[in-house]
């Protein structure tokens, strides 16, 4: 098994040959406007897969790829010239995505960003259904005496008095205990 360093090394030189010998030496009508977008190499050193992009429709991508499936074995004698190894590396052509999915994903966003603006202008003047603030708020003290004034009868249970039977007291009364240490 060979160094990762190695391996990067030389994906990246067989990325530089492919593209020069794609642009000077491959003469195939084919063969349209293809860049070579990167290339991994196994750690052994034996297989190299080279991702590509082309430029036009799905006509010029099929039309690319049977160019470039064509142009391997002089494409892989090319590799093994310049770049001196052992053993040449075994070219696979993969057409990369990367560049189709990235545009998918910012039609995908752009939808997202025009149904937020029309929700924002909906909402803008929008006023709520109930009350302006539909949460419970904790009761002031001022405001318990006002309601016993004015007749509410709950208005003096107060469960957060902390007039509760102390945990402590009640262990020494005899009452079962609830889990307090003490």
Do not use: C, W
Not at 33 to 40: A, E, G, K, L, N
Not at 89 to 102: G, I, K, M, S, W
């Amino acid at each position: 098994m060979a160094d990762p360093a190695r391996a990067r090394r030389l994906a990246v030189r067989i990325r530089e040959i492919v593209a020069s010998s794609l642009e000077r030496g491959v003469k195939d009508p084919r063969l349209g406007m293809v860049t070579v977008t990167d290339v991994r190499v196994t750690p052994d050193l034996v297989d190299a897969t080279v991702f590509y992009t082309v430029y036009g429709d799905e006509d010029d991508r099929r039309a690319s790829a049977l160019a470039l499936e064509s142009a391997r074995g002089l494409l892989r004698s090319q590799v093994g010239r310049a770049t001196g190894v052992k053993v040449t590396p075994t070219l696979t052509f993969v057409h990369d995505r990367l560049p189709d999915d990235a545009k998918h994903m910012e039609d995908l966003l752009s939808v997202a960003r025009e149904r937020d603006a029309r929700l924002a202008e909906a909402r803008r003047d929008a006023l709520p259904a109930g009350d302006e603030d539909p949460y419970r708020h904790p009761r002031v003290a001022e405001d318990d005496a006002d309601a016993a004034a004015a007749g509410d009868p709950f208005a003096t249970d107060d469960l957060d008095s902390g007039d509760d039977v102390e945990p402590d007291r009640a262990s020494s009364e005899g009452a079962p205990t609830s889990g307090y240490r003490e």
